[in-house]
C-alpha cells in the first residue's frame, strides 16, 4: 500500500493527477499512478497547452488534420478528445468498481466564453457528446456567468467538475446548484465536483500581509488558504452531510475538491496544502512533484478536519480581515487572474498548433 493508497482508505479522500498529456499516455505513466493509488485526472488550457508545445507525439496528427484542412481550434479539439478518451479508459475501471465515485477524467470548456453562459452550456453539451465516456466531466467556470449551467448540465447526465472558485460565498452558489439539480430531477445520476483553490489563495495574501509588513501580519503567512479550505468543508457538511449518511456513494453528494495543492512557498511544509485538508469526501488534485513527495512521505498519523478546527479557521480569517486583508477583493482578483491565465494559455497554444500546422503544409 503507498501513501496515496492511505490517503483514500481509511481517510476516504481521493488523490487525483492535476497533468494530462499524451507522454503520460503513451509512456504507461499514467498507468504507474493508477497502480500507486490516483484515482481520477484533470486538465485544463494550460496543462495541454504545455503538453502540445514541449510534445512531438501530436506533430503526426496535425499534420493529417491541417492535411485535412482542419481548423486550428478544431484541430486542438481533436488533440484534446483523442487523449481524454485514452485517459477515462485507463481510469474506467476504478469507476466501475467505485460505483461512480472516482475515475474521472475532467475536460474543460473554452476559456473563451467563460462569462457566457449560453456558450458555455453549449460547449458542454457538445464536449459529453463527443467523448462518450460515463466517467468524462465537464469543466464548468464558476463564474456569474456560469453557475446556472450547472444545475442544467447535472439535470441532463452531465457530469461537471466545477472550476476555479476562491469564495466560499461562490462555493455555496455551486453546491447549490448541485443540491438542486439532484432534489428536482431523482431520476439523475449525473456527479459534480466542486473545485477550490488553495495555494493561490495563500500567494495572494501573503503578499498583501508582507506589504502591511507588521509583525502581527507576517504571522498570518500561510494561513488564509487552509481556513478557507476548511470553512469550505464545513459549507459541505451542512450541504451533504444527511445525504453521506444514508449513502456515501450517492451522487446526491457533490465531493469538494481541493485545487492547486503544491506547495509555491520553498519556506512552507512541502506537504502544507495535504496534511492540513484531510477531509472524508473531498478530493485532492495533485501536480506530479506533489504526488511524488506523497509517494516519498506523508506523516504516519494525520488529522481529520473537525469541529475544533472550523473555529480556528473562523478565528484565523477574523485576524486576517481585522489586520486590513479585504477577502472579496482578494477573491476577485484571483477569478480575473485565474481566467486571463487560462486564456492566455489558450491562445498560446492555438499559436504552437498553428505552427506546427503551416510548418508541415
Known amino acids: 500500500m503507498t501513501n496515496l493508497h492511505r490517503l483514500h482508505k481509511p481517510y476516504n479522500q481521493s488523490p487525483w ?5 499524451r507522454e503520460l499516455l503513451a509512456s504507461g505513466q499514467l498507468y504507474n499512478y493508477i497502480y500507486n493509488g490516483i484515482r481520477g485526472v484533470t486538465s485544463n488550457p494550460t496543462i495541454i497547452a504545455n503538453a502540445i508545445n514541449s510534445s512531438t507525439l501530436y506533430d503526426e496528427q496535425i499534420k493529417r488534420l491541417a492535411f485535412e484542412g482542419v481548423s486550428t481550434e478544431d484541430i486542438y479539439w481533436r488533440l484534446l478528445i ?7 479508459d485507463a481510469f474506467r475501471t ?4 467505485s460505483r461512480g465515485e472516482d475515475g474521472y477524467v475532467s475536460l474543460e470548456v473554452s476559456p473563451l466564453i467563460a462569462r ?3 456558450a458555455t452550456l453549449d460547449m458542454a453539451r457538445h464536449l459529453w457528446k463527443e467523448v462518450d465516456r460515463p466517467n468524462v466531466m465537464i469543466k464548468v467556470p464558476a463564474t456569474e456567468e456560469c453557475i446556472p449551467v450547472i444545475e442544467t448540465l447535472l439535470s441532463e447526465g452531465i457530469n461537471v467538475n466545477v472550476t476555479l472558485i476562491f469564495s466560499l460565498r461562490v462555493y455555496k452558489k455551486v453546491a447549490e446548484a448541485h443540491s438542486a439539480s439532484h432534489r428536482l430531477h431523482r431520476s439523475v445520476d449525473s456527479r459534480s465536483v466542486a473545485s477550490l483553490f488553495i495555494s493561490r489563495i495563500d500567494s495572494e495574501v501573503d503578499k498583501r500581509l508582507e506589504a502591511i509588513g507588521t509583525e502581527e501580519a507576517l504571522a498570518l503567512r500561510g494561513k488564509a488558504a487552509i481556513a478557507q479550505g476548511q470553512l469550505a468543508y464545513d459549507i459541505f457538511l ?5 445525504a453521506a449518511v444514508v449513502d456515501s456513494d450517492s451522487s446526491a453528494i457533490q465531493r469538494l475538491l481541493w485545487a492547486s495543492t503544491s506547495t509555491k512557498n520553498p519556506d512552507y511544509d512541502d ?3 495535504v496534511t492540513g485538508l484531510i477531509a472524508p469526501l473531498t478530493v485532492n488534485t495533485m501536480p506530479e512533484e506533489t504526488i511524488k513527495t506523497v509517494l516519498d512521505h506523508l506523516p504516519k498519523e494525520l488529522e481529520n478536519t473537525n469541529l475544533e478546527m472550523f473555529t480556528d479557521a473562523l478565528d484565523t480569517v477574523k485576524k486576517l480581515r481585522d489586520i486590513g486583508i479585504d477577502f472579496d477583493d482578494v477573491f476577485r482578483q484571483l477569478e480575473e487572474e485565474g481566467l486571463k491565465k487560462f486564456e492566455d494559455a489558450f491562445t498560446e497554444m492555438l499559436d504552437v498548433i498553428e505552427a506546427k500546422k503551416s510548418s508541415s503544409l
Open 17 to 21: 493527477l492535476d497533468n494530462l498529456s
Open 82 to 88: 483523442d487523449d481524454i478518451k485514452s485517459a477515462c
Open 271 to 273: 506537504l502544507i496544502y
Open 116 to 118: 457566457d453562459g449560453q
Open 94 to 97: 476504478i469507476w466501475d468498481e
Open 238 to 242: 451542512d450541504n451533504f452531510a444527511k
